[in-house]
Antibody, heavy 128, light 107 residues
Framework: QVQLVQSGAEVKKPGASVKVSCKAS????????MHWVRQAPGQGLEWVGI????????AYAPKFQGRVTMTRDTSTSTVYMELSSLRSEDSAVYYC?????????????????????WGQGTLVTVSS | DIQMTQSPSSLSASVGDRVTITCRAS??????LNWYQQKPGKAPKLLIS???RLQSGVPSRFSGSGSGTDFTLTISSLQPEDFAAYYC?????????FGQGTKLDLK
């Protein structure tokens, strides 16, 4: 069964960076894009960006461009999201979420931009 | 970016009620509309994709309809486990965007 297991909660000071991991299992890691979505306390859902686990290409929401970096390690089926220059407004639960399109089977050059499986979430708290 | 607007923002209902949640897009998105359920402290769960495609394992009391700019999620007979927050999301163009959510609670 598909599982996405994220790293634990983090507390960071303003201006610092945080790196969150998401380990995938139960499917072919390189066949499905992975997204990151965040949710501030009591708020709605906000898309952060997407990574192709096969080639490593990425696309980020304009709001995070320049501050976010997504990477992957195919040997461990893990994707990472690093967010720098943290501010209090970045305090949120960060989710990894799989794109449902099989890149290989559909010969797709992009994801479908919705989310069929989600990690359990990682709470990032930014506080001085 | 495409703006998604849900209504109502909150809704009180009873077990057995039929409820409808509406989602409107700021431009036409065809059928590229998805619905998620989120319970407190949990990740969202995909219920419906492509406006009306029920995901495997999702009870048939959930249904979705609409195209273009106006969409609805209907729960035909509320069950105790359905009290949660619901979000619509467009996948027509990047960046994908979500509605602000509808919180469904017990009357």
């Amino acid at each position: 069964q598909v599982q996405l297991v994220q790293s634990g909660a983090e507390v960071k000071k303003p201006g610092a960076s945080v790196k969150v991991s998401c380990k995938a299992s139960g499917y072919t890691f390189t066949s499905y894009y992975m997204h990151w979505v965040r949710q501030a306390p009591g708020q709605g859902l906000e898309w952060v960006g997407i990574i192709n686990p096969s080639g490593g290409s990425t696309a980020y929401a304009p709001k995070f461009q320049g501050r976010v970096t997504m990477t992957r390690d195919t040997s461990t089926s893990t994707v990472y999201m690093e967010l720098s220059s943290l501010r209090s407004e970045d305090s949120a639960v960060y989710y990894c979420a799989r794109d449902p399109v099989d890149i290989v089977a559909t010969v797709s050059s992009s994801g479908s931009y919705y989310f069929d499986y989600w990690g359990q979430g990682t709470l990032v708290t930014v506080s001085s | 970016d495409i703006q998604m607007t849900q209504s109502p923002s909150s809704l009180s209902a009873s077990v057995g009620d039929r409820v409808t949640i509406t989602c409107r897009a700021s431009q036409s998105i065809g059928s590229y509309l998805n619905w998620y359920q989120q319970k407190p402290g949990k990740a969202p769960k995909l219920l419906i994709s492509a406006a009306s495609r029920l995901q495997s394992g999702v009870p048939s009391r959930f249904s979705g309809s609409g195209s273009g700019t106006d969409f609805t999620l209907t729960i035909s007979s509320l069950q105790p486990e359905d009290f949660a927050a619901y979000y619509c999301q467009q996948s027509y163009s990047a960046p994908p965007t979500f509605g602000q959510g509808t919180k469904l609670d017990l009357k």
